[in-house]
């Protein structure tokens, strides 16, 4: 009765009703094809379609109907599990719960590779079985098997989730897809024209004339329907959209194998519009969950799947164990597909009551590129290429440079040499004969999988958190959290690929070769021009000093290096020694300073390695020293400076700056600067600048340039006495008249920074090239995105937020002023604008009144600046979003640190200062009469001080009152050692063995493998 009436109604999508092949196939052929083999799917599909909108209890129900009957059977016919069950004294009568059925061991992807013929049930003749091969590439490829029941209703289930997304049986299809064979026989060829009926483009091949050959096949056939690869379906849109190709149009695109990050998918949808489904499934059970009409999370096929994800969360994501409740031939109970997943609770508003699961981490990969430039599909390699190669366990493929390639391998028993000249061959084959490769063989694939936590909102940072999933079986390096030279490449390309087409009808001619960076960057997931560098770990500037920092004060200890280690330093003997050099802390507290000068390059201060709250600079009590009365001035290049605190605090007569990246002398060389997750607050001239000019004596050619400012707070800048100026940072030269300057300060990035309660210069900008990208502003009082004489800025997705302090007729946080009207003439000055909004208000136009002008037009430009000449791109995020991945826990700020085991801590960080000022977002400070020194606005907070010694026991990885223990100096806590080492002296600190190719020390850093 009950199902009767939920009975939906089919009707035909639009895209088929005058699709005769379609219709017959649909309608006659299919129906006659099944009754003839006897195949059970449409009776399946019929009930399928019903059951869906059943109450989720009623859904829950049959579940564990089938469950029961799935134990029942495993114990009587299928001698695995049988033995163990055995072994742990339970039988089926045992189980009388999902509570109780939650205490069966897992099957592993090992069990499935060691036991494959004992986890055949008996009564099974194999050669009547539908054979699957593991996804992924498992060496040896293992075959389960499906009984036929079990296939059927499969298909059913997939058939109905395939309607979701408009993709009917026979309708015509496009799809991104490896390795396709051309159908060699008659019954191929007419499944192929009345069944598949799939237009393909070959993710192994994908080059220019190729897309554009595909776009023109579906265009002529009419195909509103696209299959694929959710890197492969991103890859397409930005070429559609690159080729101003218009006239593409789809009802439904399906994204599988891999997760579609959230910010390609933007990119889909921006192009194709609202129409793609994320599905979730995997060739040892087919469909798992698939996205409905609503697009809030993914439904479960419950009916043929029941889904447990072990501690995760709507917010944290837990381990996906699947079992199969269709198929007794190889039973899979409890499976650990090696994903992770959120929850979803609540009811979808489609009606379904199938459960719901939210996001899968699962593999994600990138775009490979040959000696030539054509691009392959990183994840059809490994599905359809590496998997038949016997004797690799594990695969990860990096990628470097155009022409190298290097596979990391995890062997198994099945190697022998031959595996190598299979390679080999694939790699000719596929990448052409002037492409190089290396081996390395591994213990394991780096854990470079990250997986979000409580931030989460905190939005797409990748070296949050990193928690992988111990059996993965195979993933390329790249995830959507850690641009990776590939992805850098893939949008170096894209971005190249644009200016050089942008006439949409040019006849095809090669995407130009992206450069690639020479080195991994400051860190994972650095964005930005200033990333090539990794500051004291340039490979070209030797093997790094690790100076451990025991001491809070101000003065050089003279501690001394031994054999690349120091020990029992303050951080002066860091900053002014020279050579490579790393500085990492074992204590935390304020350290009240003169100020710092780094005069010698290859520098990397980790602020984020200290216990408890960290560390901050300050000049409470010390007289600020030098010319330039600043906490930290940098006078050279490669410098990487992450989770300081450095607020000034006091008055001086002269202009103070918590730091300068500023030529003190003619041979100054100042570029490959980055400065993340800091935070400057409270200083008289600005928070920070980078900038030079005549005054410097130093030449244009050694103006600061190719630096980064990523995920920083300025807040709160100091009014002098007397004055009305509280300012933010500065970036540029003061040259009207002197373009010299302003051509050379270039790619100079701002992106995720915070903003707030400054008066002006949030930031300043002039004479120079910047990129200001995913910023919030918050209370700023005259003055916002200053973009000032001989500007070239790209203000891209910002958040600005007006508050009490901000003056009535400077509502607009973006503005113009001081224009030169030489530069204006020479088309000197320009601005690209995209994409910024108010919080809670309209994208802004250049038109838009908020535009806050003191004078004269600005060029607008319409395209944004040329892409970096060197490291990665920022890969911007919507405005909306900021406020999670900004203000968010681990967001803009000294907002984190690494606990002992190399997990990132972000709860308990922020002091009480940035937790004011980030609090201010929500409630805005009373109308702010900016400070004159911090006791302004409650003084400089307190930084509980923790001393080196005594450490934490060395089986502790809580660090939040203690330092880690650490008992070679190397930086590395004990802890970390022993999970990935063996022994609390095991690392080499700058061998990559942990993570490769990242060295052990940046590992830990980096928090790029966290110790269980
Ligand atoms: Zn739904």
């Known amino acids: 009765m009950m199902r009767e009436a939920l009975q939906v109604p089919r009707s035909e999508p639009r895209h088929d009703r005058a699709d005769a092949i379609a219709l017959a196939t649909r309608h006659v052929l299919l129906p006659a094809y099944m009754r003839l083999t006897r195949s059970s799917t449409l009776r399946h599909h019929r009930r399928l379609l019903a059951s869906q909108f059943l109450p989720e209890e009623r859904i829950r129900a049959e579940q564990w109907r089938s469950l029961q009957a799935m134990l029942r059977f495993v114990y009587d016919e299928n001698r695995f599990y049988r033995r163990r069950m055995d072994e742990l004294g339970v039988t089926p009568d045992d189980v009388r719960s999902f509570e109780d059925y939650a205490r069966l061991p897992p099957l592993t992807k090992d069990d499935l590779r060691g036991s494959a013929q004992e986890l055949l049930s008996h009564g099974f003749d194999v050669t009547r079985l539908e054979r699957k091969r593991t996804g992924g590439s498992t060496g040896v490829p293992v075959h389960l098997h499906q009984d036929r029941e079990a296939v059927d209703t499969k298909a ?57 050959e595909f776009a023109e096949r579906v265009r002529r056939t009419k195909t509103r329907l696209l299959f694929g690869h959710g890197h492969s379906i991103y890859f397409f849109a930005r070429f559609v959209k690159d080729h101003g190709i218009g006239d593409l149009e789809f009802d439904g695109i399906i994204s599988t194998a891999e997760m579609l990050p959230p910010e390609e998918r933007r990119v889909v949808e921006e192009v194709f519009g609202d129409v793609v489904f994320d599905r979730y499934g995997c060739e040892e059970v087919g469909i798992i969950a698939s996205e409905c009409a609503e ?16 501690d995760g969360t709507e917010r944290q994501p837990g381990r996906v164990l699947v079992t199969d409740l269709l198929n007794r031939a190889t039973p899979l109970l409890r499976y650990d597909i090696g ?124 070296d949050a958190v990193s928690r992988p999933p111990a059996s993965r079986i195979t993933d390329l390096p790249m995830t959507r959290r850690s641009p990776s030279p590939l992805r850098i490449a893939a949008v170096a390309a894209l971005a190249l690929g644009a200016a050089a087409l942008a006439g949409a009808t040019e006849p095809a001619r090669a995407i130009p070769t992206p450069t690639l960076p020479r080195t991994l960057g400051a860190f994972p997931g650095c964005e930005g021009s200033g990333c090539e560098t990794r500051g004291g770990f340039h490979a070209r500037a030797g093997r790094p000093t690790i100076y451990r920092i025991t001491s809070l004060s101000d003065a050089a200890r003279r501690c001394v290096p031994a054999r690349g280690k120091a020990t029992g330093c303050s951080l002066r003997d860091c900053i002014e020694a020279s050579g490579p050099r790393v500085c990492v802390f074992a204590v935390a507290g304020a350290i009240h300073t003169r100020g710092y000068t780094v005069r010698h390059p290859y520098l990397t201060i980790r602020g984020d390695s200290a216990p408890g709250m960290g560390i901050q600079l300050d000049a409470d009590g010390t007289q600020l020293g030098g010319p330039e009365k600043t906490l930290l001035w940098i006078r050279t290049h490669d410098v990487v400076v992450r989770g300081l605190r450095l607020r000034v605090g006091v008055q001086t007569r002269e202009d103070n700056h918590p730091f300068l990246v500023y030529p003190g002398a003619p041979t100054d060389d100042l570029h490959h600067v980055v400065i993340d997750h800091c935070s400057m607050s409270w200083a008289n001239d600005d928070l920070g600048s980078i900038w030079t000019g005549p005054e410097t004596r130093a030449p244009p050619a050694a103006a600061p340039r190719e630096s980064v400012l990523s995920f920083d707070v300025f807040a709160e800048g ?21 373009t010299a300057y302003a051509d050379q300060m270039v790619n100079i990035d701002l992106h995720h920074n915070l903003f707030a309660n400054n008066d002006q210069r949030n930031p300043n900008l002039r004479h120079a090239s910047v990129r200001v990208v995913n910023n919030v502003l918050l209370n700023w009082g005259s003055w916002g995105i200053q973009l000032w004489g001989g500007i070239r800025a790209d203000v891209v997705s910002n958040l600005g937020k007006p508050g009490p302090s901000t003056q009535a007729t400077r509502q607009g946080f973006i503005g113009v002023g001081y224009v030169s009207p030489t530069a204006a003439a020479r088309g000197r000055q320009s601005v690209y604008l995209s994409g910024n909004r108010f919080a809670g208000g309209p994208v802004l136009g250049w038109d838009s009144p908020i535009l806050t002008s003191d004078s004269g037009p600005v060029e607008r430009r319409p395209d944004p600046l040329p892409p970096p000449r060197t490291g990665p791109p920022i890969m911007p995020e919507r405005a909306d979003d900021l406020v999670g991945s900004v203000l968010g ?104 063995s942990v993570a490769p190719p990242w060295t052990n020390l940046e590992a830990y850093l980096s928090g790029l493998a966290e110790a269980p």
């Open 295 to 310: 697009h809030d999370g993914m439904h479960v096929a419950a009916e043929g799947i029941y889904l447990e994800i072990l």
């Open 889 to 992: 826990p681990g967001g803009a700020g000294a907002s984190r640190r690494l606990d002992c085991g190399g997990r990132w801590v972000t709860m308990g960080v922020r002091d009480a200062a940035d937790r004011r000022v980030i609090g201010s977002w929500d409630e805005p400070p009373p109308r702010f009469s900016w400070p004159i020194t911090a006791a302004d606005v409650g003084g400089f907070p307190r930084i509980e001080p923790i001393a080196s010694r005594p450490a934490c026991p060395s089986s502790s990885r809580d660090n939040s009152a203690c330092a880690c223990a650490d008992a070679d100096g190397d930086g590395i806590p004990d802890y970390w050692e022993r999970a990935f080492c063996g022994s609390p002296t095991g690392c080499d600190p700058l061998t990559p």
């Open 339 to 462: 994903d992770l997943a959120t929850t979803k609770a609540g009811a979808c508003r489609c009606g379904r009551g199938l459960p719901r699961i939210g996001g899968v981490t699962g593999r994600t990969s990138d775009v490979l590129y040959s000696a030539d430039g054509k691009q392959i599909s990183g994840i059809s390699l490994l599905d359809t290429v590496t998997i038949h190669i016997p004797g690799f366990r594990q695969v990860q493929i990096v990628q470097e440079a155009l022409d190298e390639l290097t596979f990391l391998i995890v062997k198994d028993a099945n190697y022998t040499p031959a595996s190598l000249t299979l390679l080999a061959n694939a790699v000719t084959k596929y990448f052409g004969p002037r492409m190089r490769h290396s081996v390395v063989f591994v213990d394991r694939v780096p854990l470079q999988v990250p997986v979000l936590d409580l931030q989460a909102e905190a939005g797409r940072r990748a």
């Open 156 to 212: 059913a289930l997939r058939m109905r989730h395939d309607e979701w997304a408009s993709f009917f049986t026979a309708s015509k299809k496009a799809a991104l897809w490896g390795d396709v064979k051309p159908p060699d026989t008659l019954r191929r060829w007419l499944t192929s024209h009345l069944y598949v009926r799939t237009v393909y483009l070959d993710t192994l091949e994908m080059d220019e004339r190729r897309m554009l």
């Open 718 to 738: 100091l009014r002098k006495p007397g004055t009305n100026n509280s300012r933010g940072p500065l970036i540029g030269a003061d040259t009207p008249g002197r």
